[in-house]
């Protein structure tokens, strides 16, 4: 495993009060609620095959779940 792992960032403009903070780390609901950045919010990722279209793979495990250097992104958060 490489020495410096991919760590979990909010999306570009996610800014939560110290309540809605609180719920998400309680319900562990950080993808769900589209708040993190991962492979599934990404423009470049075809959930149902699980495929990267920018380098034409399958991302591994760490990657889809807290997205790569080449995340993009140009949908408005839906809340």
């Not at 950080?30 to 034409?56: A, P, V």
Request: proline share 8%.
């Amino acid at each position: 495993m490489s020495s410096n792992p991919i760590k979990p960032q909010f999306r570009h403009g996610v800014h939560l009060n110290a309540e809605q903070l609180n719920a998400c780390i309680s319900k562990g609901a950080w993808t769900e609620l589209g708040i993190m950045r991962s492979c599934i919010s990404c423009d470049h990722f075809l959930e149902q095959t699980e495929h990267c279209t920018k380098y034409n793979a399958r991302p591994p495990a760490r990657v889809i779940a807290f997205a790569c250097p080449s995340y993009e992104d140009d949908n408005d958060i839906p809340f």
